[in-house]
C-alpha cells in the first residue's frame, strides 16, 4: 500500500484543524506524486468534511478512527522527544518498535516516514492538543498520555523536561492531575506507586481500596478503547494488568 493509500485510508477527524496542517506539511516530500500540489482533493475533501461536522453537529464528539489515534501519537512523540533538546536513538527506536506491534511492519514504515518530517516543525503543544481534547474520548486520550511515558522512560531516564512537557500536554488534553499521577506512577518502581495507580493515599482503608479498584478497573478497562481496533489493545490491556497488580500488592500489605 502507497502512503497516500494509507493515509488516505486511515483518517476521519484529524485532516482538519492544527493537525491536519503538520500532516499536510510532512506529507508534501513523502506522498505519492503529490509533492507541491497545493490543492491536494484529498486533503481539501476531508479537511472540508471535518468543518461541515462541526457545524451541523457541534455538541457531539465525532468518532475516532485507528488514524487519528495515530497520528495524534505522532505528533504528540514528536513534542515529547524533542523536550530534552535533542533525540535520543532509544526513544526513536521505542516509537517505530511500538508502531511496528501495533500496526505491522508496512504501515508502521510509513508512519515513521511521516514522523520524521512531523519532527522538523515547529508545533503549537496547545493548538493541537486542543483539537484532539475536543475530538478524541477521555478513554482514548488516557491511552496516549500511557505511550507518551513509554517514550519518555525508553531510554531508560526520565528528565524534569519531559515530565513538565507531558504534564503539560495532559494538562491540554484535559486530563487531571490524579490520572496523570495514576499513568505516572505505572512507569515507576516505588511501594507508594499501587497508591498512586489506584489514586488514594496510604491512609486509605480496606473499603476504599476495593472501592478504587474497582474504579479504575472501570476507567481503564480495554473495551474503552475498542473503537480504536485491535491494534491498540495491547497498550490498553497493560493498563488495565497494572491497576490489577497494584490492587493485589495491596491485598497483601493489608492482608484481605
Not at 526513536?92 to 501495533?102: H, I, K, S
Not at 491540554?172 to 507508594?192: P, T
Amino acid at each position: 500500500m502507497s502512503v497516500s493509500k494509507w493515509i488516505g485510508a486511515s483518517l476521519g477527524w484529524s485532516f482538519g484543524g492544527p493537525i491536519g496542517a503538520i500532516i499536510g506539511l510532512a506529507l508534501g516530500s513523502i506522498i505519492d506524486g503529490l509533492t507541491g500540489n497545493k490543492s491536494n482533493p484529498l486533503l481539501g475533501e476531508r479537511q472540508t468534511g471535518s468543518k461541515k461536522t462541526d457545524r451541523t453537529r457541534p455538541q457531539q464528539r465525532p468518532q475516532t478512527q485507528s488514524g487519528d489515534f495515530e497520528v495524534s501519537l505522532l505528533v504528540l512523540a514528536s513534542i515529547v522527544i524533542k523536550a530534552d533538546s535533542h533525540q535520543d536513538q532509544r526513544e526513536l527506536d521505542f516509537v517505530r518498535q511500538q508502531f511496528t506491534t501495533m500496526y505491522g511492519k508496512e504501515r508502521a514504515n510509513h508512519a515513521f516516514k511521516l514522523f520524521k518530517n512531523i519532527s522538523k516543525q515547529q508545533i503549537s503543544t496547545r493548538q493541537v492538543c486542543t483539537q484532539i481534547q475536543q475530538m478524541m474520548d477521555h478513554p482514548s486520550r488516557l491511552q496516549l498520555l500511557h505511550f507518551l511515558f513509554g517514550i519518555a522512560k525508553a531510554d531508560d531516564l526520565v528528565t524534569e523536561n519531559e515530565i513538565r512537557q507531558i504534564y503539560t500536554i495532559s494538562g491540554y488534553l484535559g486530563i487531571s492531575s490524579k490520572d496523570f499521577e495514576s499513568i505516572k506512577a505505572m512507569f515507576y518502581n516505588s511501594r507508594e506507586n499501587a497508591y498512586k495507580i489506584l489514586e488514594i493515599n496510604k491512609s486509605a482503608t480496606v473499603a476504599d481500596i476495593k472501592a478504587a479498584y474497582r474504579k479504575m478497573a472501570k476507567k481503564y478497562h480495554p473495551d474503552k478503547v475498542t473503537h480504536l481496533g485491535k491494534e491498540h489493545q495491547q497498550g490498553a490491556e497493560e493498563k488495565f494488568r497494572q491497576v490489577q497488580e497494584a490492587y493485589e500488592q495491596l491485598q497483601k500489605e493489608k492482608e484481605f
